[in-house]
């Protein structure tokens, strides 16, 4: 089912599938898929970035907020060249500063996947067969879009709180 992957952003190894993600800014999940941890993480980014477009869910115009794992010229190439956005990442320490700090914008990404994980129990998930995982996967999406849909269609203040759901 899942492979051996190093995650570079916790500095360990595990076994499993690693979640990739395109949200809204408030977090409604546009575009989504499980790869392999070794798999490298722009081959996966190319791929679902391909299938957003031809989707329709990342369109030019867009900008794409990634982290410095996303770096590289062949990536910023297929993000500005094939699909038409504007890539956003933190600066590296090797390259003249572009963006300047954006850890606010890496927070609001992290509190995205913690209210997967936290209220959404994304990794308690239970599926015991690849189609398990995925379909217990989607359905954790589902509800936050469920909600993040229902949030606006109500007015609510802050999209993406599950409060009101959450008993």
Known sequence: MGRLGYCAAHSRWYWGLKLYLITTPDGMP????????????????????AHAARTGALRPGLTFIGDKGFAGRDLEHLLTQRFGVRPVRPDRRDEAPRHGP???????????????????????????????????????????????????????????????YDH
């Open 30 to 49: 546009a575009a989504w898929c499980l790869a392999s941890p070794a798999i490298g993480e722009r081959e996966v980014a190319a791929g679902l970035l």
């Open 102 to 164: 954006i850890g606010w914008i890496r927070q609001w990404i992290e509190a995205i996947i913690d209210t997967l994980k936290g209220q959404l129990t994304l990794e308690d998930h239970g599926g015991r067969t690849l189609a398990g995982v995925y379909a217990r996967v989607a359905a954790r999406l589902l509800a936050l879009a469920a909600a993040i849909w229902h949030n606006w269609r109500t007015g609510a203040p802050v999209k993406r709180s599950l409060i009101a």
